[in-house]
């Protein structure tokens, strides 16, 4: 069993940063890569970035790629997803999941909310 908890939305002027993060927990969440999706209004859930615990694997979306990087701290459990030149595009509730593919997605996190103005 996994437990995630995300952290770190809010509201923020368009060009500006955020950082989300995760905070792991569960017997078995050091076998698991660590993704973040999001989820506009009206719309599907998208897949936007994955790491695994050591660091040596990320994969991103197209559409984050040179804007958005995603780290992790196995000291703290711990997976951010710095956010940085955001658009209104942008704009949408962020889940953090783990899981063994590439794009993670077995356990899932309650959600955090970003929303960006113009």
């Known amino acids: 069993q996994v437990q995630l908890v995300e952290q770190g939305g809010g509201l923020v002027q368009a060009g500006g940063s955020l950082r989300l993060s995760c905070a792991a927990s569960g017997r078995t969440f050091g076998r698991y890569r660590i993704g973040w999706f999001r989820q506009a209004p009206g719309k599907g859930r998208e897949f936007v970035a994955a790491i695994n615990w050591s660091g040596a694997f990320t994969h991103y979306a197209d559409s984050v790629k040179g804007r958005f990087t995603i780290s992790s701290d196995n000291a703290k459990n711990t997976v951010y997803l710095q956010m940085n030149s955001l658009t209104p595009e942008d704009t949408a509730a962020y889940y953090c999941?783990?899981?063994?593919?590439?794009?993670?997605?077995?356990?899932w996190g309650q959600g955090t909310q970003v929303t960006v103005s113009s």
């Open positions: 999941a783990a899981g063994t593919g590439l794009e993670p997605n077995e356990y």
